[in-house]
């Protein structure tokens, strides 16, 4: 079955970083692009980021580019978020997500910007 | 970026009945792989997201036959029959083409 677990997320002032994680198991993670997609309260959904499998390429929306990075650890399974200069309209429900199609999503983890 | 445009923004339905859902993007979707890829999400109460629908008329893995996609280039429709309990929510649509990728902005689900 495949797993996805976020962690990491929290209140942060604004400015400030935050670092999250997604623990991948039930496939080869090292087989599949990941992506980061966001969700502002009561809003649509906002792709973020997306890591080709091997880690050699990224890809950001403009809003994030220069602030954020995304990074895998494909011995450990593991996909990150490097969040930097945290601004109140990054404030979102984070969900990590699978592949191309973005098919398997995670449960999500809030990350609050507020002073 | 691709805008996704989808209509309605929200839909009534009774159990049993079948409701149509469109979804129309600024550019065409097709790759230069040739594939197309549009997809479809339900997002139910307090839950992720999940997939229904890829490259625009794939049924997902355990997802049922009462959920069909179609369309083609820029205008696609998620067609949903004899419409369940479990069915409500809010729908997606969303494109993986060109990044950014970029979703419809949901079309809510309720009981009549």
């Known amino acids: 079955e495949v797993q996805l677990v976020e962690s990491g997320g929290g209140l942060v002032q604004p400015g400030r970083s935050l670092k999250l994680s997604c623990a991948a198991s039930?496939?080869?993670?090292?087989?599949?692009?990941m992506a980061w997609v966001r969700q502002a309260p009561t809003k649509g959904l906002e792709w973020v980021a997306s890591?080709?499998?091997?880690?050699?390429?990224?890809y950001y929306r403009d809003s994030v580019k220069g602030r954020f990075t995304i990074s895998r650890d494909n011995a450990k399974s593991t996909l990150y978020l490097q969040m930097d200069s945290l601004r109140s309209e990054d404030t979102a429900t984070y969900y990590c997500?699978?592949?191309?199609?973005?098919?398997?999503w995670g449960q999500g983890v809030m990350v609050t910007v507020s002073s | 970026d691709v805008v996704m445009t989808q209509t309605p923004v929200s839909l009534s339905v009774s159990l049993g009945g079948q409701v149509s859902i469109s979804c129309r993007s600024s550019?065409?979707?097709?790759?230069?792989?040739?594939?197309?890829?549009l997809s479809w999400y339900l997002q139910k109460p307090g839950q992720s997201p999940q997939l229904l629908i890829y490259?625009?008329?794939n049924r997902f893995s355990g997802i049922s036959d009462r959920f069909s996609g179609s369309g083609s280039g820029t205008d696609f429709t998620l067609k949903i029959s004899r419409v369940e309990p479990d069915d409500l929510g809010v729908y997606y649509c969303?494109?993986?083409?060109?990044?950014?990728?970029?979703f419809g902005a949901g079309t809510k689900l309720e009981l009549k």
């Open positions: 997500t699978r592949s191309h199609t973005i098919d398997y």
């Open positions: 039930g496939f080869t993670f090292s087989n599949y692009y």
């Open positions: 890591i080709t499998n091997s880690g050699g390429s990224t």
């Open positions: 550019q065409s979707l097709v790759h230069n792989n040739g594939n197309t890829y």
């Open positions: 490259k625009v008329s």
């Open positions: 969303g494109q993986g083409t060109q990044y950014p990728y970029t």
